[in-house]
């Protein structure tokens, strides 16, 4: 006897739910066991529930006010350079209490919850010392105590050069390899290693030494790659084995080719490329042909990426990049779940899932990527329990 069956679903289908975990799905017409509760979708589309895999949700501070600067004609780098940018949220972040900073990413959460969101990735790399590293990844493994999804943790250590060490990158990145890293492995709290590889942070060669550490750790990593300028960080990221590049934007030929090579996942931004106003699109012709997996995510950050809706990054990522509606949404499940290391178990309908899945006020997928600010959720189911219906 399965806990939950969910019928009438567009298309004809049915799904069952045994506890967390999604039982059976196939056609309405020939259910094979009783549900204790059956629930009809009304020939409503159903989805897995949406995985937004990346994402800087933790951060104190607000940058409003550079982004009026920039209206009026200041470069994101240029800001950067004079102290503000990430450097800005750094010092908004320090001064920041552990409630404070859960506070406000709960509201972010819980946004992106009410659009669909049942597993988020969250980084670092707003602390860029011990203490604070260490307080973001806490707060963001403390997310699900107030909304519900699951939490996969980031640690963006290698975001920038902090203030203390500039002009110093490696001294940087011996504090972070030597003493920030090992603290987060030893208290369990990343389930991954990120960095920006950027004319602007950090080069491919010094990254080099961090990302073997991460694997040295048993920990995935994924990366920050040619988003502002060409630095061989698709190809760094091949390298190692990574889950995931993020960006895109500059990437060369050679970088698409050793991304398929390595069977990492592209991950797309739109929402950064937008904000910051970039004309400039991923290769994603190159991604298709090469048979990458392209994820689409929000990239919620304070600086170039103000966004909460995953439902609009898919828009962003069909009217800009060139995705297909099948492609955005499948970047915002299954190939959003392996570039979290999380493949088969979120972000998919199948048995042994998670029973993540999302009622959609839609009766063809087009129209949950097609409208721009309305993100027709009609109901989400989170670990086989409803938890929001209209
Ligand atoms: N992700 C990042 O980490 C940087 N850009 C991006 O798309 C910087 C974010 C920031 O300005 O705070
Ligand atoms: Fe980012």
């Known amino acids: 006897m399965w806990d939950l069956l969910i019928t009438d679903i567009a298309g004809g289908g049915a799904i069952a739910v045994a506890g967390e975990r999604i039982a059976w799905t196939g056609p309405a017409a020939s259910v094979p066991e009783r549900a204790t509760e059956v629930w009809s979708a009304g020939g409503r589309v159903v989805t897995p529930g949406l995985v937004d895999c990346h994402t800087h949700l933790v951060f ?37 209490s552990e409630d ?19 597993t988020v990735e ?8 011990l203490d604070t590293e260490l307080r973001m990844l806490r ?31 490696d001294g940087y990145l011996d504090l972070v ?32 030494r961090l990302l073997a550490t991460a694997t040295g750790l048993g920990l995935g990593v994924k990366l920050h790659a040619d988003q502002l300028s060409d630095g061989d960080g698709a190809a760094l990221a091949a390298r190692h084995g990574a889950l995931s590049a993020d960006h895109l ?62 439902p609009l990054a898919l828009h962003l990522a069909c009217t800009r990049f060139g995705l297909t509606v099948a492609e955005a949404l499948a970047g915002a499940t299954t190939h959003a779940a392996r570039a979290l290391g999380l493949a088969g178990e979120a972000g998919v309908i199948a048995p042994g899932a998670r029973a993540d899945l999302v009622v959609w006020d839609a009766d063809h997928p087009a129209q949950i990527v097609y409208w721009v600010g309305l993100d027709p959720v009609a109901a989400v189911l989170k670990r086989g329990h409803f938890v929001e219906e209209a």
């Open 60 to 96: 104190g501070g607000d940058r409003s006010g550079e982004w009026e600067q920039r209206l009026a004609g200041a470069g994101y780098e240029a800001i950067a350079a004079a102290g503000g940018g990430i450097a800005a949220t750094v010092r908004a972040t320090r001064a920041a």
């Open 100 to 118: 404070d900073l859960l506070d406000s990413a709960v509201a972010r959460a819980a946004a992106m919850a009410a659009r669909g969101v049942t």
């Open 122 to 129: 969250v980084k670092s790399g707003y602390g860029l010392d």
């Open 139 to 169: 707060v963001a493994r403390r997310i699900p105590e107030r909304v519900p999804v699951d939490v996969v943790t980031t640690f963006l250590g290698a975001h920038v050069v902090p203030p203390e060490f500039e002009g110093d990158p």
């Open 177 to 208: 390899c030597g003493e920030v890293l090992p603290a987060v492995a030893a208290e369990g709290l990343a389930d991954a290693v990120d960095a920006f590889c950027e004319r602007m942070a950090f080069d491919a060669a010094r990254l080099d």
């Open 249 to 310: 934007e500059h990437t060369s030929p050679g970088g698409v080719a050793a991304l398929a090579a390595a069977g990492t996942v592209a991950v797309l931004l739109p929402g950064a490329a937008y904000v910051l106003g970039d004309e400039t699109v991923p290769p994603v012709d190159a991604l298709r042909a090469a048979g990458v997996p392209m994820a689409v995510a929000t990239d919620c950050n304070p600086g170039t990426s103000p966004l909460v809706s995953l």
